[in-house]
């Protein structure tokens, strides 16, 4: 089959990314693989969606270095195909880095995804779910039991006032964006910085005020969910602890936060139990859970990543069992036809 990953921009993808990891594992299986950029896509007159793609080269690529200098080759002449000459597409863009920049870009993933969908192409995450999934906000539609407290408001005496109620301190962080960019831990209200954090925080748009979680010290949890249930394969998880850097309250990879293995506890099994329903109804193919104590925190539907860590942690090839679902979707795809909907084919 052919697999066509949508990402931000084929110059940013870098050998140690998740979707490089898939993009390899996909090939190691006899799978034909090309990227997609926001501005590929094509709607004709006559109504036919077509996409301009990087083709990756037939060849046996054996680390994700070569693999990533293939595709930069490849992203120089790209070739056109009709989207229905597509089997899958796989939404692996971040909306919230062409927020500013590329406003146009932000959505392109989920507009185009919405019209493959409707032509029979397989598009994971499902683009309607996507929709609703782009900013934290969709965090509070999940049960109030996996959440911390929280309060999402532009309004100053709204934030302090919370903050003040809540005396082991708060986070305030933008609804929008990613990357753990303006995330500040305010122990009380009365900090002196306080409005230079809502002014540094606030300028994306809303803020999220949530109550600080003391076992956040040591770093939060990513459980990847497959299929709306936790992925595993040779008895491990896929779940790794992100453990902030010194004096940091951010514990993301990109913010110089550090990887480490993990025990998955029945309590992060149960959360993950809790917040399936949705994920499935959602057509939520592949997320990642960040876990802190006995609360959900985020919801990564977009480009949950770390699988490249976790092979190297647990020598443990999670990409391969991802691909290997998709398969499965393809097959199932064959027999009913468009009689079984994208959104519920996603998560089966």
């Avoid at 969606?49 to 690529?61: C, I, K, R």
């Avoid at 040591?218 to 902030?244: K, Q, S, T």
Wanted: glycine fraction near 8%; include cysteine; charge should be positive.
């Amino acid at each position: 089959m052919r697999i066509a990953f949508f990402v931000n921009s084929i110059e940013s993808e870098t050998p140690g990314y998740t979707t490089t990891a898939l993009a390899l594992a996909a090939f190691q299986r006899s799978h034909s693989v090309v990227y997609v950029e926001p501005g590929d896509f094509i709607l004709r007159p006559d109504d036919g969606l077509a996409v301009s793609v990087a083709v990756l080269p037939d060849a046996s690529y054996k680390t994700p270095d070569r693999l990533h200098a293939a595709l930069k080759d490849a992203a120089k002449q790209k070739k056109t195909f009709a989207i229905s000459d597509i089997d899958i597409v796989f939404l692996r863009n971040d909306p919230s880095l062409d927020a500013t920049d590329r406003p146009w870009a932000a959505n392109a993933g989920v507009m185009f995804g919405r019209l493959a969908a409707e032509r029979g192409v397989i598009v994971v995450n499902d683009p309607d779910g996507l929709g609703q999934a782009q900013s934290k906000l969709y965090l509070q539609s999940f049960p109030e039991a996996v959440r911390p407290a929280t309060l999402i408001s532009r309004n100053i005496t709204e934030i302090r006032a919370f903050i003040d109620k809540h005396s082991k301190g708060c986070i305030v962080k933008p609804l929008q964006g990613s990357g753990g960019k303006n995330v500040f831990h305010i122990a009380k209200p009365t900090d002196s910085n306080l409005n230079q954090i809502f002014e540094a925080a606030s300028g994306a748009g809303y803020l999220i005020a949530q109550v600080y979680i003391p076992e956040a010290k040591a770093g939060d949890v990513r459980l990847f969910l497959m299929n709306g249930l936790p992925l595993a394969r040779d008895g491990n998880y896929a779940a790794f602890r992100r453990v902030p850097a010194k004096g940091d309250v951010r514990s993301n990879i990109h913010a110089a936060g550090t990887a480490r293995k993990v025990k998955v506890t029945g309590t992060m099994l149960g959360i993950a139990e809790m917040v399936r329903p949705k994920l499935i109804n959602d057509g939520m193919f592949l997320v990642g859970l960040d876990i802190v104590g006995d609360k959900l925190l985020e919801i990564n539907v977009f480009t949950p990543g770390g699988l490249t860590r976790l092979a190297v942690m647990y020598k443990t090839d999670f990409a391969t069992s991802v691909i290997i679902a998709l398969e499965e979707k393809r097959t199932l795809r064959q027999a009913y036809g468009t009689a079984m909907t994208n959104s519920r084919l996603a998560t089966l």
